[in-house]
């Protein structure tokens, strides 16, 4: 279940107070964890002791926290969870099932002695519980769309006003350009009511800095590459003055000592975001599928983007093979992704470990949805690896993409990763 409120995190870390290490706060709807990987890979590459939390985890439920780039050691999650899982039990907090993982998470941090925190927003901002954080270097809010409108409000001024519950008294903010009027009011006046030390809009057509425009990257990772570049630099003027004390806003946010780090990033993979893989241990298929677990219509609209321009040339169908999370907007979303004559295979994805909430949408909903938005007869089938053997059949050596919600993505991995594992004893087996 979904509980918004600081009460019951505020009991489950109200023996670590304050937390001793520092955070790079980020929420938004759009872009959140590109962000976050953006900025902790920039704080590892300037030997900066980093972890980093984001949600929803992918393949492990550990996998969520990384420290230095690397996931958590399962070992040192279970054990830290089994404290919090107990302290939450002898002090009949209540807490839910995400304001558990995020004490996890920031005690993981702790323990790992990490200096800074990359902490992305489970939902909304203000009442989400990794709003526990009292002092952040640095506040981010990326583009702000329409998500979980039951809980954050109907309009974007009203889901703006929740993302920008982030924001502290003296704390630097950092906003992304794009956002619409709307959005970018609603988080000006609320930096401003709470004494925010700056708004910095970055990652629009004039405040991209040359550096990271040249990398080449797609249009939104451009965005969010120069977002995280001017957080890490408004981070680090804190944690090492001498590094940079100026960070004039007016100044491009490569002139902040960070360009020789770029190119580095221009090769840096976000599993489950417009992530190539070949599904050969699965299926006969040997071409790359792609995977993207855009979930919402502007997510989905920036994947069109990409599906447009490098697997529709020269014009050619698309098979997508898709699942959504139950009360998505899903007319919204496969009307930016399904175009006339494509061929769609709709599924569903399994339980999802530590979220009891998600439930996945029926395949009928999801049939329905596909016809309606663009007129296409999808076929519906309930278990992921005859989908998928399905949809490799239809694709032969054609573009096949895998979309629609991260947890169905991370259902894939894990089965490309326990097929991938039953071959390799395979083989010892044979030559043992």
């Not at 902490?119 to 954080?133: C, K, P, S």
């Not at 982030?166 to 956002?179: E, F, H, Q, R």
């Not at 329905?368 to 089938?381: L, S």
């Amino acid at each position: 279940m979904i509980q918004l409120g600081l009460s019951r995190i505020t009991s489950l870390l109200a023996h670590a107070q304050p937390l001793p290490w520092r955070a790079i706060h980020v929420a938004g709807t759009n872009g959140k964890g590109s962000i976050c990987a953006y900025i902790s890979a920039l704080l590892h590459q300037k030997s900066i002791r980093c972890g980093r939390f984001t949600s929803p985890h992918l393949v492990d439920r550990w996998d969520c926290i990384t420290i230095d780039e690397q996931p958590v050691a399962e070992r040192v999650f279970r054990e830290v969870e089994d404290a919090v899982l107990q302290r939450n039990e002898d002090e009949n907090i209540g807490a839910s099932e995400f304001e558990l993982l995020t004490a996890t998470a920031f005690e993981v941090f702790a323990r790992e002695n990490v200096e800074v925190g990359v902490v992305e927003v489970g939902m909304g901002g203000g009442g989400d519980a990794t709003n526990v954080l009292q002092n952040p270097l640095v506040a981010v809010i990326s583009n702000i769309g329409y998500d979980h409108q039951a809980f954050l409000g109907d309009s974007i001024a009203e889901i703006a006003a929740h993302k920008a519950g982030i924001l502290k008294p003296g704390v630097p903010v950092v906003v992304d350009a794009t956002n619409n009027e709307s959005a970018l009011s609603v988080i000006r006046a609320t930096a401003a009511a709470v004494h925010a030390r700056s708004v910095q809009r970055c990652g629009g057509p004039t405040s991209t800095p040359a550096a990271v425009s040249a990398l080449g990257l797609e249009p939104q990772q451009t965005t969010n590459l120069a977002i995280a570049v001017r957080a890490v630099g408004l981070a680090l003027a804190q944690l090492r003055p001498s590094f940079d004390t100026s960070l004039d806003p007016a100044r491009p946010a490569s002139d902040n000592g960070l360009e020789h780090l770029l190119p580095a990033l221009k090769t840096l993979q976000f599993p489950g975001r417009q992530q190539s893989i070949s599904i050969a241990p699965l299926t006969a298929r040997t071409e790359p599928v792609l995977l993207d677990g855009a979930h919402n219509a502007d997510s989905a609209a920036a994947l069109a983007v990409y599906v447009d321009t490098h697997l529709r040339h020269p014009p050619r169908p698309i098979v997508w093979l898709i699942a959504a999370t139950a009360g998505k907007d899903v007319d919204a979303i496969f009307a930016r992704l399904v175009h006339p004559g494509d061929r769609v295979v709709a599924t569903r994805f399994g339980p999802v470990d530590g979220m009891p909430w998600v439930r996945a949408a029926e395949t009928e909903v999801l049939v329905k949805a596909v016809a309606k938005a663009a007129g296409v007869e999808a076929e519906g089938v309930q278990d992921l690896r005859k989908a998928l053997r399905l949809a490799s059949d239809w694709a032969t050596d054609g573009p096949l993409v895998v979309a629609g919600s991260l947890y169905l993505v991370g259902d894939l991995l894990r089965l490309l990763r326990e097929a991938e594992s039953a071959g390799e004893e395979g083989r010892e087996q044979r030559t043992g």
